[in-house]
């Protein structure tokens, strides 16, 4: 199995901060990437596919890049409304695996 | 509109079997797989499996092969997940999800259902 190590685990940061989460597979995945943000209390939406595609209706302050084994997720300018936990999921091989999720929250 | 609505919560003993179910709307069911993802509490996101409802074609993670069994009923186009005797450690919530599927690879996991929290205790 693939596994995906995401970091950091948990991160606050303030309104208006850029944010970067970084995602590593243990072994090359192509593009074969996307991210997810789960709100509390509710189920995960996917944000970005392929690794830097944004999916529709997502705000564009979310961006994605990478290939191979390192990944990257950016939130360009913070909003009180992206409070949520973030996660990366790889489809390269079965069966589709997600990182162990980085909780985001306001300083 | 495409939506997947689970059944209500549950609380189960040890031992006692289970069947919850997921229903699809808005898209044919028998064209799409769907799937189930496991939520430990406080935990990150674990895909058990898919079924393609239009051949009941199944798919499962090595990690809940023989753990659970998925099925579908097209004629209600509703999906299942099912226990033959639970666990505490099955305690979760449980989502279910149509992905787009590449082969047999599920890709993205685009639409999910509300969720259906499974509890195991004696």
């Known amino acids: 199995d693939i596994q995906m190590t995401q970091s950091p685990s948990s991160l606050s940061a303030s309104v208006g901060d850029r944010v970067t989460i970084t995602c590593q597979a243990s072994?090359?995945?192509?593009?074969?990437l996307n991210w997810y943000q789960q709100k509390p209390g509710k189920a995960p939406k996917l944000l970005i596919y392929?690794?830097?595609n944004l999916e529709t209706g997502v705000p564009s302050r979310f961006s994605g890049s990478g290939s191979g084994t390192d990944f990257t997720f950016t939130i360009s300018s913070l909003q009180p409304e992206d409070i949520a936990t973030y996660y990366c999921?790889?489809?390269?091989?079965?069966?589709?695996?997600f990182g162990q999720g980085t909780k985001l929250e306001i300083k | 509109e495409v939506q997947l609505v689970q059944s209500g919560a549950e609380v189960k003993k040890p031992g006692e079997s289970l069947k919850i179910s997921c229903k699809g709307s808005?898209?044919?069911?028998?064209?799409?797989?769907i799937g189930w993802v496991r939520q430990m509490p406080g935990k990150g996101l674990e895909w058990m499996g898919i079924?393609?409802?239009?051949?009941?074609?199944?798919r499962y993670s090595p990690s809940f092969q023989g753990q659970v069994t998925i099925s579908a009923d097209k004629s209600i186009s509703t999906a299942y997940l099912q226990w033959s005797s639970l666990k505490a450690s099955d305690t979760a919530m449980y989502y279910c999800?149509?992905?787009?599927?590449?082969?047999?690879?599920?890709?993205?996991?685009?639409?999910w259902g509300q969720g259906t929290l499974v509890t195991v205790s004696s």
């Open positions: 999800v149509r992905p787009m599927v590449r082969g047999v690879i599920p890709t993205s996991f685009d639409y």
């Open positions: 808005g898209y044919s069911f028998t064209s799409y797989w």
């Open positions: 079924i393609y409802p239009g051949d009941s074609d199944t």
């Open positions: 072994q090359d995945i192509s593009n074969y």
């Open positions: 392929d690794a830097s």
């Open positions: 999921q790889q489809y390269d091989n079965l069966p589709p695996s």
